[in-house]
Every structure is written in structure tokens, then in C-alpha cells.
């Protein structure tokens, strides 16, 4: 074999692995999408446990992807993606094996760090054996596509084998495509970019640190109420832990991230657009996936089906949004992607939770994939081009950083709300509730000790009011307390949609605005 074949071959087998990476990432990151409901039902999980399911994962992920990048950078990408394979398996065993959701948290966690180490060690690998402009732009809008694969068979995967009770079948074939994953990175070749690199330990310290007392307070708050010490203890940690991460990005040499490139406008708007649209769109994800499988308890299945419509744009508009961003303003491309997210969220808080017809989600949620194909590739498009070219990589990286923040975001926020409001309405209404149910003492104050404790989300799903003491039965849930708190989880989950589409509509609104008049700009004496 000559050396450019040799050559040729070593770069189609480095982007097969990194493709197939990301594709096992974004699998494994989805895959509760379609699950929340069989969840809820098995684990009898109440609505802020039910949330760190997908925060378990989410929040690693978010606050270690810039550091697996530097290491990547640093000690070569190879061996490090095989790594986050290799924690993807163990994660998913012990998904696998969860007899409690508190265990299902701890999988997902290790899990979420795996991803970590994937998303952006698989794109960095592509890049680095990339000898063109044109061959790099290729291999990203295939790695892109991969990503978007896996978001759209995931959901659909893990429904259609919870329908026959396996959703833990679904673990084992995570673990057989990160076996696949290892083995076809063995070939792959290795790269790495130490100049100038350098690991930021006390940034990524209080970076992590700061947001996770964050999104643990926003979650626990909804629950425990947002007046307790803890959660106001976690506020408050969180701001002391965010603000010294700023005062050490500015005054280290080499920053995890670097906050000066926040200086130019353009890149200022995309940043907060990001962050409130990718918000938006996983919030409005999130609540379709627990109106219908938590709350309706319907199939699996058709919430896989739904994230079919969502994800499978991303995929097949990869050369129709690549065309309107080459021929196009992207502050349009933008502003019209947000505004169709919007009209998704705005569209669903219509719906009336006693309408089991799940069909009427498919307009509502092709409307939010197509936003989001036109949304992704954007704001990575418009952030790169804001900045001199010697800043692309950390625009680049910050964005994605961005990008993921406002996704773990979605489920934890939307969830906070709507929670905390089903709570609060069932509060009101427990007292003329019991005494309608007929039920006698001293199941009266065991029904109503499960309401406050479980809240809606327990009383929603529970068939039964356990008895006090071993010599009393279990008596079925009385109707009245079951309608109390499914039509408070309606009513709270149709307010979440309506938030979500607004804040789609205001990063429409802040991009239109925003980006009208701008241009590239010199940050050579930002830095």
C-alpha cells in the first residue's frame, strides 16, 4: 500500500470512529427521552426525581467537555476516546442493573461523563485529519448528521423495547455499540495539539462546582420549596462559585474559557440566544415526553415515534440549512429557526391533557425539529465567523459549551416550574378532594401524607392508597385525588410549553435585533 492510501485509509477510518462516537453519545444521552414515563411507573419516582434522571446526565457532560478537550489536546485523542467508550459501558451496566432510580442516577452520571470525553474528542480527531477546508466541512456535516441519528433512533430504540417490557435491553445495546466504538477506534489515528495548551484546574474546579449547586437548587426547589436553608444555601454557593470562576478566567494565562471574546456584539447576542433557544427547545422535548408518557401514561413507543419527527430534520436538512447559511444571512437562518421552536411550545400549551390522541404532537413537534436543524449549525457558523480566525477553536468550543448548558437547562428549569406549580395546585386542593374520595381515617391522612410528600406526580401514578399498618389493606386510589392531580400536571405542563415558546421567541427577537448591522470584528486587543 503506498503511503497516500495508507494515508487516505487511516482518514476514512478516523472519521468512521469519530462519527460512530458521537453517534453512541448522543444514543446513550437520549435514550431516556421516550423512557420518562416507563420510569416513573417502575421506580414510582416523584417529579424532581424523575428530572436527575436526565440531569444525572446532562450536568458531567456540560461541565467537563472543555477540560476533556485540553487533556485530549494535551496527551493524544485516541486513547481518551476509547476511555469515554469504556465509561459509557460501565454507565450503562449500571443503568442495566437498577433496582432504584437513585441507581439509575449514579449510571447515568458515569455515563454523562463518558459523553463528555465523546462529543468533543470525536469532533477534534476529525479536524485534526482533515487536510482541507472542504474535507473538514465534509467530515463535520457528516459527524453532524451521525449526532443527529443517534438523537432520532434512540428515543424510538428504547420505546419499542419498553413496549414488551425490555427497556433494560435497551442499556445492552449501548454497550454492544461502545464495544464496536472501541474496537473501530483502534485503527483510527491518533492526534493531539499541546502548544499553548495548558489545564485550568481551579476554572474548572468552580466552573463544576457552580453548576451543579445551580441546577441542584433549581431541581430540589421545586420539591422541597425554594424558601429552604439548603436550596438557598445552593443559590448562593453557586453565585460565590460562578463569580470567582470569571475572576480566574480573567486573570489566568491560559483560560478554560476564555470571557473576552464576549466583548464583540455578535458574538455576545449568538451566545445568549444560544442559551435561551437551546433552553427552549430541550424544555419543550422534555415536557412533550412527560404530558404523554408521566402524566397520560401512553405507549413508549409513540414518544419515540415523536422524537423521530424532532430529530430527523437535523439529519435530512444537513444540505438545505449548509446551503442557507453559505447563501444566506444566518440572522435569519437563526431568527427564523427560534421562531419555529416557539411556535412548537406556544402550539402544545393549546392542548387539553384529557386528549389522549397523541397524532396531534406530530405537527407541533416536525415544527421544532426543523427549528432546531436551522438553530444547530448557525450558531456555530455565526460564533466562528464573530471572531478573528486565531479565536475560531475557543468560539467554537465555548458555543458548544453553551449549547449543552442550554440543554441541561431544559429538563431542570421546565421541570422546576411545572412541578412546583402541580404541587402548589394540589396543595390547594387536597382538602375538598379527600373529603370527596370517601375514604375513611386512617387511610385520609395516609392519602394525604403521599400527596404532600410524592405530590402530583405520585398521586398521579400510584393505583393504590397503601394501608397505615400491616393489618390494613390497600385501598384503591380514589378517583377524585387522581383528577386533582392529573389536571394540575396538565395545567402546569401546558404553562411549560407556553414558557418555552416564549423564550424561543425572545431569542428570535434578541438574533433579529441583534445581528442587524454586524460584522466581523478584530479582537486582537481583547485578549
Known amino acids: 500500500m503506498t503511503q497516500t492510501a495508507a494515508r487516505r485509509q487511516g482518514h476514512t477510518v478516523t472519521v468512521l470512529a469519530g462519527c460512530f462516537a458521537v453517534l453512541l453519545a448522543q444514543v446513550a444521552y437520549s435514550l431516556p427521552g421516550a423512557l420518562n414515563g416507563t420510569f416513573q411507573q417502575e421506580f414510582q419516582t416523584t417529579g424532581a426525581e424523575l428530572t436527575w434522571i436526565t440531569a444525572a446526565f446532562a450536568i458531567p ?106 427497556w433494560r435491553t435497551s442499556y445492552l445495546v449501548v454497550i454492544a455499540a461502545s464495544v464496536v466504538s472501541i474496537g473501530i477506534t483502534q485503527f483510527a489515528a491518533d492526534s493531539a495539539a499541546p502548544e499553548g495548551r495548558k489545564l485550568d484546574v481551579p476554572g474548572q474546579v468552580t466552573l463544576a462546582l457552580g453548576l451543579i449547586a445551580l441546577l441542584f437548587a433549581a431541581t430540589q426547589g421545586s420539591e422541597a420549596g425554594f424558601a429552604r436553608p439548603e436550596i438557598i444555601g445552593a443559590f448562593a454557593a453557586s453565585v460565590v462559585l460562578l463569580g470567582a470562576f470569571v475572576v480566574i478566567e480573567l486573570r489566568t494565562e491560559v483560560p478554560l474559557l476564555r470571557l473576552t471574546i464576549f466583548a464583540n456584539r455578535a458574538y455576545a447576542v449568538v451566545a445568549v440566544a ?86 396531534r404532537f406530530i405537527a407541533p413537534m416536525l415544527a421544532l425539529g426543523v427549528g432546531f436543524a436551522l438553530t444547530v449549525g448557525s450558531i456555530t457558523a455565526v460564533a466562528i465567523n464573530a471572531v478573528p480566525l486565531r479565536l475560531a477553536g475557543m468560539a467554537s468550543a465555548t458555543t458548544n459549551l453553551l449549547r449543552d448548558f442550554g440543554f441541561a437547562l431544559g429538563p431542570v428549569l421546565i421541570a422546576a416550574f411545572a412541578v ?44 393504590v392508597v397503601p394501608g397505615a399498618g400491616p393489618d390494613l389493606p390497600l385501598v384503591p386510589m380514589p378517583d377524585s385525588l387522581r383528577m386533582l392531580a392529573f389536571e394540575s400536571l396538565g395545567s402546569a405542563y401546558n404553562l411549560a410549553f407556553l414558557v418555552a415558546g416564549l423564550c424561543a421567541a425572545v431569542a428570535a427577537v434578541l438574533t433579529l435585533a441583534g445581528l442587524f448591522g454586524s460584522r466581523p470584528a478584530d479582537l486582537a486587543d481583547a485578549q
Open 420 to 463: 412546583s406549580r402541580a404541587n402548589g395546585d394540589l396543595t390547594q386542593g387536597l382538602g375538598p378532594a379527600i373529603a370527596a374520595s370517601g375514604l375513611k381515617p386512617p387511610y385520609t391522612e395516609v392519602a394525604g401524607g403521599l400527596a404532600q410528600q410524592g405530590g402530583a406526580m405520585a398521586v398521579n401514578s400510584m393505583p
Open 61 to 166: 457532560m456540560v461541565v467537563l467537555e472543555l477540560t476533556t478537550g485540553v487533556i485530549g489536546d494535551l496527551f493524544g485523542r485516541k486513547r481518551l476516546l476509547q476511555a469515554g467508550a469504556a465509561l459509557t459501558i460501565a454507565g450503562s451496566v449500571i443503568c442495566y442493573a437498577a433496582g432504584t432510580v437513585q441507581v439509575l442516577w449514579i449510571g447515568q452520571v458515569v455515563a454523562g461523563v463518558g459523553a463528555a470525553i465523546l462529543y468533543p474528542i470525536s469532533l477534534a480527531m476529525l479536524a485534526a485529519v482533515s487536510t482541507s477546508q472542504e474535507a473538514r466541512s465534509r467530515a463535520i456535516a457528516m459527524w453532524a448528521g451521525f449526532l443527529s441519528a443517534g438523537a432520532a433512533i434512540s428515543p424510538l430504540m428504547g420505546g419499542w423495547l419498553a413496549e414488551d417490557g425490555g
Open 274 to 359: 444560544t442559551v435561551i433557544g437551546m433552553f427552549a427547545f430541550l424544555a419543550t422535548c422534555y415536557s412533550m415526553s412527560i404530558w404523554l408518557g408521566a402524566i397520560q401514561h401512553q405507549s413508549a413507543l409513540n414518544i419515540g415515534v415523536l422524537f423521530l419527527f424532532i430529530q430527523g430534520p437535523a439529519f435530512l436538512l444537513v444540505p438545505v440549512v449548509s446551503h442557507l447559511i453559505r447563501n444566506f444571512s444566518p440572522r435569519w437562518v437563526l431568527t427564523g429557526g427560534f421562531a419555529l421552536i416557539a411556535v412548537s411550545g406556544i402550539w402544545c400549551s393549546t392542548f387539553d391533557v384529557h386528549d389522549l390522541d397523541w397524532i
